[in-house]
T-cell receptor, first 110, second 113 residues
Framework: QKEVEQDPGPLSVPEGAIVSLNCTYSNSAFQYFMWYRQYSRKGPELLMYTYSSGNKEDGRFTAQVDKSSKYISLFIRDSQPSDSATYLCAMNSGNTPLVFGKGTRLSVIA | DTAVSQTPKYLVTQMGNDKSIKCEQNLGHDTMYWYKQDSKKFLKIMFSYNNKELIINETVPNRFSPKSPDKAHLNLHINSLELGDSAVYFC????????????FGNGTRLTVT
């Protein structure tokens, strides 16, 4: 089993929809969880950063971590065409390098 | 602008050549990294430096040699380029170590012909 699994998509939704992106992981030592957004031909940019379990909200974005299920999610409310990008989850235990998922390609259609 | 900047943006070269990619960050971060992103978009760490000291050296051919002249710069030199080296190489930095989020540059797209 890979350390971090993420469905590559592509995921296509209409503008205004709620988007749910997910990752599962196998290493129970992971404590730091991040979501990055990567536009075409650009570097990944940090969207959300959470420590341990729980929810974190920032504008239209909500990150959820369920450590008991080894499952993390990113929700995007009122999705916009400008949200079209690849979303990468990343995580580590704090003393190991970040491990990235393969990314989910999202298209929001106007 | 505060950022992680890397040059060149595009690099096309022939097999067997030697090339370098440069990276600079003005965020005041202590740790810098090189990542490789393959054609399937998978990001994999290659090297990490903390205050000019190598702290991570993943299983990377020794044709790849990082150099950090100071904590704001991390360069990547690649000898004897091979077709399989074609990828996008990202430089990144973080404030502290492994529990800090990464800030990425915009990548260097290397094509080896």
């Amino acid at each position: 089993q890979k350390e971090v699994e993420q469905d590559p998509g592509p995921l296509s939704v209409p503008e205004g929809a709620i988007v749910s992106l997910n990752c599962t992981y196998s290493n129970s030592a992971f404590q730091y969880f991040m979501w990055y957004r990567q536009y075409s031909r650009k570097g990944p940019e940090l969207l959300m950063y959470t420590y341990s379990s729980g929810n974190k909200e920032d504008g239209r974005f909500t990150a959820q971590v369920d450590k008991s299920s080894k499952y993390i999610s990113l929700f995007i409310r009122d999705s916009q065409p400008s949200d079209s990008a690849t979303y990468l989850c990343a995580m580590n235990s704090g003393n190991t390098p970040l491990v990235f998922g393969k990314g989910t390609r999202l298209s929001v259609i106007a | 602008d505060t950022a992680v900047s890397q040059t060149p943006k595009y690099l096309v070269t022939q097999m067997g050549n030697d090339k370098s990619i440069k990276c600079e960050q003005n965020l005041g971060h202590d740790t810098m990294y090189w990542y490789k992103q393959d054609s399937k978009k998978f990001l994999k760490i290659m090297f990490s430096y903390n205050n000019k000291e190598l702290i991570i050296n993943e299983t990377v051919p020794n044709r790849f040699s990082p150099k950090s002249p100071d904590k704001a710069h991390l360069n990547l030199h690649i000898n004897s380029l091979e077709l399989g080296d074609s990828a996008v190489y990202f430089c990144a930095s973080s404030l502290r170590g492994k529990d800090s989020p990464l800030h990425f540059g915009n990548g260097t797209r290397l094509t080896v012909t």
